[in-house]
C-alpha cells in the first residue's frame, strides 16, 4: 500500500475528495499546527481512505511521546467529529508497507457519520448528578497493559473518581491524562482498596 503525499491543508479530486475536503476543514479548525508537530494528508490511491501524517513541527523534534501525544489529541478530535478513524504503526503511508513502527505515525480516516455526532451530543439532565470522589494512586512500577499504544509511555499516576453508576479509571501520563474503559482486575481491585481514602 503506498500513499499520495499531498501539500499539507490541500486534497486531492480522487477517489472520494468529499472526505478529504472534510478531513481538511476538521484539522485545519480544530488541529493547528504546533511548535512540535504539523500535519499533512495523504489519500490511498486505490480506496477511499485519508491519512493525517504528523509531520515535525517547527522546533525540530520527534520524539515518540510528543508525537504519540499530538496524534492522540487528533484521533479524538476527528472520532468527536464523527470520523471513523484508527492510529497506524505500519509505514505505508511512507511508501514502506512492509515496515512497522513502535509507535503509531499517521492515522487512517475511513468515513464520516453524522448519526455519530448526533449520538455524542451532551445529555440533558434534569438534575445535577452528586458529586464524585476521587483518589490517585501513584505508580511505581510500569504496568505492561497500561503502556500506550500509540506514545509508547507508562502513566506516573492512576485516578480513580466513584461515582453512583461505577468507578472511572484514569492513567495519567506524563504530559495527559486518559480514561480506561476496561480496566484490568488488579486496577479495579486496587479501586475498591482505595475507596475509603477518597
Known amino acids: 500500500m503506498t500513499a499520495t503525499p499531498i501539500a ?3 486534497a486531492t479530486v480522487f477517489p472520494g475528495p468529499e472526505l478529504a475536503r472534510m478531513v481538511v476543514a476538521h484539522m485545519t479548525a480544530h488541529c493547528p499546527p504546533t511548535e512540535h508537530g504539523d500535519w499533512e494528508i495523504g489519500q490511498h490511491p486505490t480506496d477511499r481512505t485519508i491519512g493525517v501524517v504528523w509531520r515535525v513541527g517547527t522546533s525540530g523534534t520527534a520524539q515518540a511521546g510528543v508525537r504519540g501525544s499530538i496524534l492522540y489529541r487528533w484521533l479524538g478530535s476527528l472520532k468527536d467529529a464523527g470520523f471513523t478513524v484508527m492510529p497506524r504503526t505500519d ?6 508497507p ?3 513502527s513502535d509507535t503509531a505515525w499517521w492515522l487512517s480516516v475511513d468515513r464520516w457519520d453524522a448519526a455519530v455526532v448526533r ?8 438534575a445535577p448528578p452528586r458529586p464524585a470522589s476521587s483518589v490517585t494512586v501513584p505508580l511505581k ?3 505492561a497493559d497500561l503502556k500506550h499504544r500509540l506514545s509508547g509511555e507508562f502513566p506516573e ?12 479509571v484514569i492513567a495519567n ?5 486518559e480514561r480506561i474503559p476496561r480496566p484490568a482486575r488488579w486496577l479495579t481491585d486496587l479501586a475498591d482498596t ?5
Request: proline share 11%; glycine share 4%.
Open 8 to 10: 499539507p491543508r490541500q
Open 91 to 96: 509505514m505505508a503511508v511512507f511508501g514502506r
Open 98 to 100: 512492509d515496515e512497522e
Open 119 to 126: 449520538h455524542r451530543a451532551p445529555v440533558q439532565r434534569a
Open 141 to 143: 512500577t510500569r504496568p
Open 157 to 168: 499516576s492512576i485516578t480513580f473518581t466513584y461515582r453512583p453508576t461505577g468507578v472511572e
Open 173 to 177: 501520563y506524563p504530559n495527559w491524562s
Open 194 to 198: 482505595r475507596r475509603l481514602a477518597a
